[in-house]
């Protein structure tokens, strides 16, 4: 790991929302707070959902497919360190028994997670990410990098995020 390690995770055994994104950028590496950077922003948007909702909740968990910064890339972060799931996401789950939705954010968690079910491209599989409901909504990332995705696919702001903004409300007026 370039910058070393730095896990960041966030979970209670009271969360019913887990949100399973990539790995730490450097902003989030450095300062240990998950989703602190621009994605974290749109993230909070599309749900919502202000800081101290988000930051402050026990019913909510934050979990990364890779806990630190993996190093950057060609064309961005290197993906996830596969480790991390391996090691710790079916412990990290055994301490949060109340879960009932968990959010996958990007291909990585939905490849993980969503294993055969997930369709051939991201696309597809946001497009239909009914189909994973009620215990998965797959989603994009919220990275300022898609710009162009969500340009290209108006419909997942004009159609998913009320519908993901409605499921995520429910959670927490029951």
Known sequence: MPLGPNPVVWAH????????????GTKVHSTGIPWNDPSGDQLRKWLNMNKE???DNPE???VLMGFCYPGKGKSGDLPPRPECYAAWHKKLFAQMPEVEMILLIGQYA?????????KKTLTETVANYEQYLP?????????????????????????VVPMLQAHVESYFNE
Do not use: C
């Open 60 to 62: 909510i968990a934050i």
């Open 135 to 159: 215990k998965f909504f797959a989603m994009p990332h919220p990275s300022p990098r898609n710009r162009f995705w969500l340009k290209k696919n108006p419909w997942f702001e004009d159609k």
């Open 13 to 24: 055994p009271k969360a019913k929302l887990v949100i399973i994104g990539q790995a730490p």
């Open 53 to 55: 909702t988000f930051y």
């Open 110 to 118: 939905q490849r993980q997670y969503l294993g055969k079910m997930a």
